[in-house]
């Protein structure tokens, strides 16, 4: 018989859907279920992870459509940044034209994997329609003093020639550890990082640029995590991570000099006060700064370490000294690289006995050794040789003597010279890129005004036409950049950076909603009415950077009144990778395989059935195969009954069998579908599609039963093989399409199946009642072919749980088939 052969129909389905409408979202839907997948970078093609990524988005969206809902399921394009630039350089061309060549192709190569998209609502972040708004928001965070701008030592990629936001920069793959990881680690702690794209060592540079003010956010983006009960741990722990809430204490020592009267250091173990021994500045301190103009070794210090990756334990002395505020005692004051100057004030209290980085300084510039603390456990120290870094009981710490570290630094606190203190570890989101192929940043610098944001009438600032060249092309496009206040009418310069293309993606979710609108970035009405997005799919790698800046846009434009929400994401799922040869699949590691080397369909079926969306997987050549032959058995069962089944009208006994697994299974899928696990939604629809043939093979069907399980299985596939499922339906005379058809529902009531079900979870000693739910008085061949997979399914159940019940599961069910057989 024929074969099913998804490129031979795949146009024509496509068509069909189109021609319906079929993924359009209503506009003037109530609140319709938003499922969304992160918008792919143009980069090319698609590659496996997209299509893992986007296979479930449109599984699910199929799904939910089909059981009625109003669907929003959009597709769009993150089209601006350095890769479109570089690639346009090798290739001669410009970034513009190169884009539009990727996304013409990435546009097909998504209509080819049969995934349904609302093509109305399109959005192409290099489309001035599109980045006029990244500009109107700009000045609207603006005027809300939601942008810095300001002198900054910044990461700087010295092939890209741009800047590097922290979470640009990677750990190099060779450094076994650094203090720097992606995910985790800042920039500012000095060196050894590599640009994000290319992998070049990254260097630090003083320019003036643009910063959104997410340090505003810290706490807010800190706490909102605890709500976020639908996103995976994982991501809420690294958000965690990298906001770096620390509770501590701000003390104040008095230095007396100039202007500066004290200095405060910030502490996480304010119970070790009295063993601070020395106090130390970062180099960029102000006081730091300013002890520099007057005192040639120190200014000599300041600058080497500026310069260097690796100032490791160095520090330099100062004429200086602090007054200790609980012993009045005079301590040193240095200047130390290790001490950083965007953590905490910049300053720290030494205290050599209990911290392991002023242990090492204390050695290496011969500091005495202060205990405080004492082990409560009996285990003793090493000290002075080593620190002792645990709580513990206070010693040698005057009237605070004999409290439990934690109750010393409340008790401690109350000193007039002490504060509660809550530091982040999360920097301003530094959004200048001195590149061509982004958002032009809307300011005009002008000498009397200083920088004007650009009026509304006057967006979008379009970027001019692109001309290859080493720096910055907009600093090269003269006549661009000549212009006039927008105050005082005077002549003036454009500002020439662009914004980090992750402000593009930082609220394109919302644009979706109305694309269209044209008196603001989206319509706030619809907005409130269905955000937020109901499921949103995308990879690990985004846990904090892209994760983090929807959250902050949500809540400024929230705060700024264009928005009523907090959180825009109610349920988030990382897809885990795929893995080729045990790596992970890539263009660069030459292990990739494109999506349509085995089918369409196929890939994308494989990469439902492999795992759970969040779990990795392997690529196999045999499991992909079981892929395609699993399409070939649904297509075959269809084609055989129409072409040569003879039926039976009367029904008989042995036919409740079917009825029931029908249902059973139209439960259990739904429910899988539900749960995002698409594998077993496979197996589930792989048992039933053996058991329709087993029992097609058996006696002539029951016409009414029979058909209706052909009919279920075409619409239970139909979410994951979409084109399948829609030639099913045609070679069973189904009307319409089988996209719009309703969802397969039980004949008896759910709930009956939903109690069998659970008996069914219920391991070992269920066993025995599974055996008994299928009741078998009157054995036939039927009945032992299902008795034959309850048993597999109990099998199953009980491996699951543990794997020695597996084994007595199993004989369990082995002797109810042979007591009834
Ligand atoms: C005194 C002290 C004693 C500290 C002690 C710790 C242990 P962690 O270590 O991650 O908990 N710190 C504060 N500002 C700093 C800066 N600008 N550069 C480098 N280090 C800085 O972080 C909190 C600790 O980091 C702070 O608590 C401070 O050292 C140090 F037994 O103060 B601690
Ligand atoms: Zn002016």
Redesign the pocket.
């Known amino acids: 018989s024929r074969r099913y052969d998804h490129a031979r129909v795949q146009e024509y389905w496509q068509q069909a859907w189109e021609r319906d409408g079929v993924f359009e979202c209503p506009t003037d839907a109530d609140d319709p279920t938003y499922v969304l997948g992160m918008f792919p970078y143009t980069s090319g093609s698609l590659h496996m992870g997209h299509i893992r990524n986007y296979a479930i988005t449109d599984a699910y969206a199929r799904y939910r459509r089909m059981a009625g809902d109003d669907v929003l399921h959009p597709m769009g394009w993150d089209a601006f940044g350095l890769p479109a630039e570089n690639a346009a350089y090798e290739r001669n061309t410009d970034p513009e034209s190169w884009t539009r060549t990727c996304i013409d192709q990435m546009k097909d190569d998504l209509r080819e994997m049969g995934f349904g998209y609302d093509w109305s609502r399109e959005i192409t972040t290099c489309d001035p329609e599109y980045y006029q708004w990244n500009q109107w928001l700009f000045t609207q965070f603006y005027d809300e003093g939601l942008v810095d701008y300001g002198a900054a030592t910044v990461n700087w990629c010295p092939d890209c020639e741009t800047v590097l936001a922290d979470a640009q920069v990677e750990t190099p793959p060779e450094a076994d550890e650094g203090e720097t990881t992606a995910g985790t680690g800042h920039s500012h702690t000095h060196g050894g990082g590599v640009c994000w794209r290319c992998g070049t060592g990254v260097e630090q540079r003083d320019l003036d640029q643009w910063f959104f003010a997410i340090t505003d956010y810290a706490e807010e983006l800190y706490h909102g995590l605890d709500e976020l009960e639908g996103w995976p741990d994982g991501v809420r722990d690294s958000q965690r991570n990298w906001i770096g809430r ?1 509770e ?1 204490a701000r003390v104040a020592f008095s230095v007396g000099y100039d202007d500066h009267d004290t200095v405060e ?5 304010l119970d ?2 009295y ?2 021994t020395y106090l130390a500045l ?1 180099p960029g301190h102000d006081l730091a700064r300013a002890l520099a103009e007057t005192n040639d070794a120190v200014a000599e210090y300041v600058e080497s370490v500026a310069n260097t990756d690796d100032a490791g334990m160095s520090g330099i002395e100062t004429d200086l000294t602090a007054t200790h505020p609980y012993t009045d005692e005079e301590l040193p004051v240095y200047i130390a690289a ?14 050599p ?3 392991e ?2 242990h090492a300084f204390a050695d290496e510039h011969g500091l005495p050794v202060q205990q405080a ?1 004492e082990p409560v456990d009996g285990s003793g120290t090493d000290l002075p040789h080593a ?1 002792y ?1 645990g709580d513990g009981m206070l010693t040698d710490s005057g009237e605070y003597d004999g409290l439990a570290s934690a109750a010393a630094r409340e008790r401690l606190r109350e000193h007039d010279a002490a504060e509660e203190a809550v ?1 982040y570890r999360l920097r301003d989101w530094l959004i200048s890129r001195q590149r061509y192929w982004g958002t032009p940043i809307p300011i005009v610098h002008c000498d009397d005004c200083g920088h004007v944001p650009v009026p509304e009438e006057d967006l979008p600032v379009e970027l001019p036409e692109y001309v290859q060249t080493t720096g910055n092309p907009l600093d090269a496009a003269e006549e661009w950049k000549q212009t006039t206040c927008p105050d005082c009418g005077a002549d003036a310069v454009r500002e020439t950076d662009t914004m980090d293309t992750f402000v593009d993606s930082s609220w394109y979710f919302l644009r979706y909603l109305s694309p269209h609108f044209e008196s603001a970035p989206f319509d706030q009405q619809t907005a409130d009415e269905w955000l937020p997005v109901d499921v949103y799919v995308g990879g690990e790698e985004h846990a904090v950077l892209h994760l983090l800046y929807i959250r902050f846009f949500t809540r400024a434009l929230s705060d700024i009144g264009l928005l009523d929400r907090e959180e825009p994401v109610e349920r988030l799922i990382n897809q885990g990778t795929v893995l080729h040869s045990g790596e992970k699949m890539s263009k660069s590691k030459g292990n990739d395989i494109a999506p349509h080397e085995y089918g369409a369909e196929t890939t994308r079926l494989f990469v439902l059935s492999a795992a759970h969306p969040s779990q990795d997987f392997e690529w196999t050549v045999k499991d992909v195969s079981s892929a395609y032959d699993f399409q070939q058995t649904l297509y075959r069962l269809v084609t055989e009954y129409t072409n040569q089944t003879e039926t039976r009208t009367e029904s008989a006994d042995h036919d409740a069998y079917l009825e029931r697994e029908i249902d059973r299974t139209i439960a259990a899928v739904t429910e899988e579908y539900d749960r995002f696990r698409f594998h077993r939604v496979i197996g589930e629809i792989q048992r039933f599609a053996r058991l329709l043939g087993r029992y097609a093979g058996y006696d002539r069907p029951y016409q009414f039963a029979y058909s209706r399980g052909l009919r279920v299985l075409a619409g239970l596939v139909a979410p994951i093989a979409p084109f399948l499922a829609e030639e099913m339906w045609q070679l069973l005379d189904e009307d319409g399409l089988v996209a719009e058809s309703r969802w397969p529902e039980p004949l008896r009531d759910v709930e009956d199946y939903r109690i069998e079900r659970q008996v069914v979870r219920r391991t070992l000693d269920d066993v025995r009642e599974i055996t008994e739910v299928v009741d078998i008085d009157e054995p036939n061949e039927i009945e032992l072919v299902v008795a034959a997979d309850w048993k597999y399914r109990a099998y199953e159940i009980a491996r699951e749980s543990d794997p020695d019940d597996a084994i007595v599961g199993e004989i369990m069910a082995d002797e109810a088939i042979k007591q009834h057989g």
């Open positions: 620390q501590g250091a910030f502490t996480t173990r070790t006060v063993g601070a970062s290790y001490v950083l100057d965007d953590v905490g004030t910049g300053a720290v209290m030494g205290v006995a209990h911290n980085r002023d603390v620190p870094t530091t």
